[in-house]
């Protein structure tokens, strides 16, 4: 075959009207310029978009409509009598001229364009493309959703005219056979002569690329094969031998075979040549009762969710650098799969994870519901479009190893039968990878398809049958990371249906931080970050501009902390198949998701290394069952330790060393007897005890585990605090505990004296309702979707902000962020709605809001009031006695007040007290409420 690139400078006009056809102006020369590959918005065409967009990125230059793009082809001489197309990587749909002669259109997102010329005579031609983004019979998912890459409209990657003897291969698509150590080649031999041809075939093995061990014996040889070529289509089969020393692909050690099939026809005495390449990987992608394997090899999938988000450009990358870029720093995070949501990467995106090792699973761009031909919404050009998309997909990437799983899109519902008779067509297609109906179809009432070779749910059934750690307030129960005291017991293990197929927990996490100011000058591209400048503005004229920073860093504390614990969870659970983060970055639209430890541009945002996410997110992680995080002096430390090796090989005599820590002191430490530990699976590997009556209480303690003469190692955090009994009620000054704000507070206070004032919660109610987990996903989205079911929104804050070094916290160990000795004292809280306070105070222990609301919040707070101090806590630490870190706080709380470091400065009058103390004193309290941000999967949403 013979290329030439038609990139570089084009004529262009936008069409707002959509006139140009009816105006033939394929005939016209078109006067405007435009350089391609590229986007109308890349370079600037149309009009200015000023729009401030809130619930995600703001186009610069956006346009919905047609684009037209022209310019002057060559045919050479030397292309005469060849079979002649047009090759355009990715675009939108599109109409083609010759000149005035229309070669036809065609409408994937996903899959090249291909307009087959056929016979050109020599000379000048002009050619013309009509790109309408406007005009899918679908949405498109998140092939064309402004909350990701955006709708854009332009041609981009590989655009080409491609000229090959009429005679020629076409469509190779290779099935490896592990078993057998071969491969079986399916391709098309066309024919556009009106002869027969005596053609010869050959395949040759001529390279293989990636990490080769050990003495390669492939074979080398090259098959021949002769078949009678007829005018028309042929479908080929032929068979290649591989050799004995076969090296296979996977995570591991991605290693890609590549083939070169040559053409040698004869035709009524003419000859005619053609050569292709097809590369592929020797792998078996498939199942064993609930796990996925490879290869025979257990797999655990540790996914990330991925919608194409590239904020420069507005749409995925098209060459392999970007993308082994892109995908090297997921890996370094431990991961090894990407879930693509209702969108299909390109080429060199699959090329990239060919060569990395990484399992892809892309979706059809559709989030809605399938219809079947009976029903009465059925709407046959989207089914036709959807069934022939897939297939589009399948052929254009369908020999990538990479591409090991496909489903056909994001929470879908409708027809079931609809879906299933799809998958059945694609199975028969092609049978290299797993297929499944979609992710977290039904999930409001889910049940698994037997059509499907797994389940990606984030519930198996009603109610407490989840298997992930957090859930909207839209989509209750919570999860435990929410709504449990902390601990590392909890698996999904039990929320397992009994199906033998693998399953895996869609989108887990969505743990959102504050927004990150700093990062909106990196916005440079097409997208701009108005979004951001909005919320910044809000925080302003909140008066807490200048804490953001702090906001920021605590809030991502909090949000590792939650990932951390939902990872592990999984990984804890016997026999599952795997996650899919949502997300490893920030999602920069639906109402503006900033739920990664990377930003938009895949880019850390500094809350945690990747070494040290891969603690607990890799191949293989220690993994130590602790039943609480809170202990005092005369308790037994006991922890079940276990080890999950989805490595390369099973682990003979792997030995466990462990230790506790308190600070740089050690309090113990060990050894566990060394264990062989099988491939694919979770084991015990000891139970750990340790007395801690050795520990300087209160305290923070670090269990470390780590694998012994390797790198391997995690790392968990304990409090231990002295025993209720050792407690004594310091008597350095005088002090008043109290539990409502009255008239006899008001005269203590009046007369000098110190009052520590835990309300009853009932007095609280008007206030935020307490929270530990940072806020699910983005508040304005999952608050409207509440709204529109009459249901209660959450509480939406993103954790504490506060002084570690401060004297209250002299006898209860914290670091300026959430952690989990926390969990309790938040969670049976309510934080003081701090508005109208002063702009200047600030509390002692600041709950995070969300940057719609943008409250100043207060779970701690002094105030000199009259002639005396106050301290508020606005939790109920009197009623939970039970638990050792909400006594040690009250303890520290009462060791403060009865000092001299308790001298508040800020004063505060009786009556901005009561208004907020006092639930009878009416508010006029205004919170920020941004417009209902939509989401296909609750369609009823509303503000």
């Known amino acids: 075959m013979m290329i030439e690139s038609i990139a570089g400078t084009w004529r262009f006009c936008l069409d707002e009207t959509k006139q140009g056809i009816d105006q033939k102006w394929y005939n016209e020369r078109l006067q405007d310029h435009i350089q391609l590959p590229g986007t109308t918005s890349e370079y600037q065409k149309g009009e200015y978009n000023t729009a401030k967009e809130v619930a995600h990125l703001t186009e610069a230059y956006p346009i919905n409509g047609y684009a037209w793009y022209q310019r002057e082809i060559e045919i050479k001489a030397e292309w005469a009598n060849k079979h002649i197309q047009l090759y355009v990587e990715r675009t939108r749909v599109t109409k083609v001229w010759i000149g005035d002669e229309l070669q036809g259109m065609q409408n994937s997102v996903s899959a090249p364009h291909i307009y087959e010329?056929?016979?050109?005579?020599?000379?000048?031609?002009?050619?013309?493309?009509?790109?309408?983004?406007?005009?899918?019979?679908?949405?498109?998912?998140?092939?064309?959703?402004?909350?990701?890459?955006?709708?854009?409209?332009?041609?981009?990657?590989?655009?080409?005219?491609?000229?090959?003897?009429?005679?020629?291969?076409?469509?190779?698509?290779?099935?490896?056979?592990?078993?057998?150590?071969?491969?079986?080649?399916?391709?098309?031999?066309?024919?556009?002569?009106?002869?027969?041809?005596?053609?010869?075939l050959a395949i040759a093995l001529v390279d293989m690329i990636g990490t080769i061990q050990g003495n390669v014996n492939a074979a080398t040889a090259v098959k021949i094969a002769m078949i009678q070529s007829v005018p028309g289509n042929q479908s080929v089969e032929l068979h290649y031998e591989l050799g004995e020393d076969i090296m296979l692909w996977d995570e591991f050690n991605p290693v890609l075979y590549r083939l070169l099939v040559s053409l040698e026809a004869n035709a009524n005495g003419k000859l005619y040549l053609n050569e292709q390449s097809v590369s592929f990987g020797m792998r078996k992608f498939g199942t064993e009762g609930t796990q996925f394997t490879n290869n025979g090899r257990k797999v655990f999938l540790r996914g990330k969710h991925d919608a194409l988000a590239f904020p420069l450009t507005g749409y995925a990358p098209m060459t392999v650098e970007e993308w082994v870029k892109v995908l090297s720093i997921?890996?370094?995070?431990?991961?090894?799969?990407?879930?693509?949501?209702?969108?299909?990467?390109?080429?060199?995106?699959f090329i990239a994870a060919d060569l990395l090792g990484i399992y892809f699973e892309p979706e059809l761009p559709y989030w809605g519901a399938f219809q079947d031909p009976a029903d009465e919404d059925y709407d046959e050009a989207r089914s036709d479009y959807l069934r022939e998309e897939g297939f589009r997909i399948l052929k254009a990437y369908g020999n990538h190893p990479s591409f090991a799983l496909f489903t056909l899109g994001n929470e879908l519902?409708?027809?079931?039968?609809?879906?299933?008779?799809?998958?059945?067509?694609?199975?028969?297609?092609?049978?290299?990878?797993?297929?499944?109906?979609?992710?977290?179809?039904?999930?409001?009432?889910?049940?698994?398809?037997?059509?499907?070779?797994?389940?990606?749910?984030?519930?198996?059934?009603?109610?407490?049958?989840?298997?992930?750690?957090?859930?909207?307030?839209?989509?209750?129960?919570?999860?435990?990371?929410?709504?449990?005291?902390?601990?590392?017991?909890?698996?999904?293990?039990?929320?397992?249906?009994?199906?033998?197929?693998?399953?895996?927990?869609h989108e887990i996490g969505q743990y959102q931080s504050f927004p990150n100011f700093g990062e909106i000058e990196k916005y440079t591209g097409v997208l701009k970050a108005r979004n951001l400048e909005v919320f910044r503005e809000r925080l302003q004229a909140a008066g807490m501009l200048d804490q953001a920073d702090h906001f920021f860093r605590a809030s991502g504390q909090l949000a590792v902390i939650c990932y951390r614990e939902e990872i592990e969870a999984a990984l804890r659970t016997p026999g599952f198949g795997g996650f899919q983060l949502l997300?490893?970055?920030?999602?920069?639209?639906?109402?503006?998701?900033?739920?990664?430890?990377?930003?938009?541009?895949?880019?850390?945002?500094?809350?945690?290394?990747?070494?040290?996410?891969?603690?607990?997110?890799?191949?293989?992680?220690?993994?130590?069952?602790?039943?609480?995080?809170?202990?005092?002096?005369?308790?037994?430390?006991?922890?079940?330790?276990?080890?999950?090796?989805?490595?390369?090989?099973?682990?003979?005599?792997?030995?466990l060393e462990w230790s506790l820590k308190q600070g740089d002191r050690l309090i113990e430490a060990g050894a566990m007897a060394a264990k062989n530990i099988q491939q694919g699976a979770l084991e015990n590997v000891g139970t750990l005890q340790i007395d801690l009556s050795a520990a300087e209480a209160p305290a923070k303690l670090e269990l470390t585990l780590k694998w012994k003469g390797s790198d391997v190692i995690n790392h968990y955090p304990i409090w231990v605090y002295p025993s209720a009994q050792a407690e004594a009620k310091p008597q350095q000054a005088e002090f008043h505990l109290r539990r409502?704000?009255?008239?006899?507070?008001?005269?203590?206070?009046?007369?000098?004296?110190?009052?520590?004032?835990?309300?009853?919660?009932?007095?609280?109610?008007?206030?935020i309702g307490g929270a530990f987990a940072s806020d699910f996903w983005c508040y304005p989205m999952f608050r409207s979707i509440c709204e529109g079911k009459n249901a209660a929104p959450a509480p939406g804050t993103l954790g504490i902000l506060c002084d570690e070094k401060h004297p209250m916290f002299e006898a209860f160990p914290t670091e300026f962020h959430s952690n989990w000795q926390w969990w309790p004292i938040l969670t049976h809280s309510h934080s003081l709605i701090l508005d109208k306070w002063p702009e200047a105070f600030r509390p002692l222990v600041q709950v995070i809001d969300n940057f719609e609301r943008n409250h100043k919040l207060g779970l701690i707070v002094e105030a000199k009031v009259g002639n005396g101090s106050l301290l508020i806590c606005a939790s109920d630490l009197i009623?939970?006695?039970?638990?050792?870190?909400?006594?040690?706080?009250?303890?520290?709380?009462?060791?403060?007040?009865?000092?001299?470091?308790?001298?508040?400065?800020?004063?505060?009058?009786?009556?901005?007290?009561?208004?907020?103390?006092d639930p009878n004193v009416e508010s006029d309290r205004e919170t920020h409420r941004g417009q209902a941000v939509i989401n296909p999967s609750y369609p009823n949403n509303i503000s």
Not at 330 to 349: L, M, V
Not at 415 to 423: D, F, I, P, T
């Open 117 to 200: 010329f056929g016979i050109l005579t020599p000379g000048t031609y002009t050619l013309t493309i009509l790109v309408d983004n406007s005009g899918l019979p679908i949405k498109g998912g998140h092939m064309t959703s402004s909350d990701t890459q955006t709708n854009w409209n332009g041609l981009l990657g590989r655009m080409e005219l491609q000229a090959a003897d009429l005679i020629r291969l076409d469509n190779i698509q290779a099935f490896p056979d592990v078993a057998n150590k071969s491969v079986q080649l399916r391709f098309q031999l066309i024919n556009d002569t009106m002869d027969n041809a005596d053609t010869q």
């Open 583 to 655: 997300d490893l970055q920030d999602f920069p639209g639906q109402g503006t998701a900033l739920v990664g430890v990377l930003d938009a541009f895949m880019e850390s945002k500094g809350f945690i290394e990747p070494e040290k996410w891969r603690e607990f997110c890799s191949e293989i992680v220690l993994l130590a069952r602790i039943p609480r995080f809170t202990y005092t002096q005369e308790e037994t430390f006991v922890a079940e330790l276990e080890i999950a090796n989805y490595g390369s090989d099973s682990l003979e005599a792997m030995q």
């Open 413 to 505: 519902h409708g027809s079931r039968n609809a879906m299933s008779s799809l998958l059945k067509e694609y199975r028969e297609q092609d049978s290299r990878r797993l297929y499944a109906e979609g992710a977290n179809n039904y999930f409001w009432a889910p049940a698994f398809s037997e059509d499907s070779d797994f389940w990606v749910t984030m519930r198996t059934g009603h109610g407490e049958s989840m298997v992930r750690a957090s859930f909207s307030h839209a989509d209750l129960p919570l999860g435990h990371v929410q709504d449990s005291y902390p601990s590392t017991l909890t698996d999904y293990r039990d929320n397992l249906p009994d199906i033998q197929v693998p399953t895996i927990s």
């Open 740 to 767: 409502e704000f009255n008239q006899e507070v008001g005269d203590i206070l009046e007369e000098g004296g110190r009052v520590l004032l835990i309300p009853h919660q009932e007095q609280l109610s008007s206030h």
């Open 879 to 917: 009623g939970h006695q039970d638990k050792p870190e909400v006594r040690q706080l009250f303890h520290s709380l009462l060791q403060y007040v009865a000092s001299a470091e308790f001298n508040p400065s800020l004063e505060l009058s009786y009556d901005q007290i009561r208004s907020v103390l």
């Open 330 to 349: 997921a890996k370094s995070y431990g991961i090894n799969h990407y879930r693509f949501h209702t969108c299909c990467p390109p080429e060199a995106g």
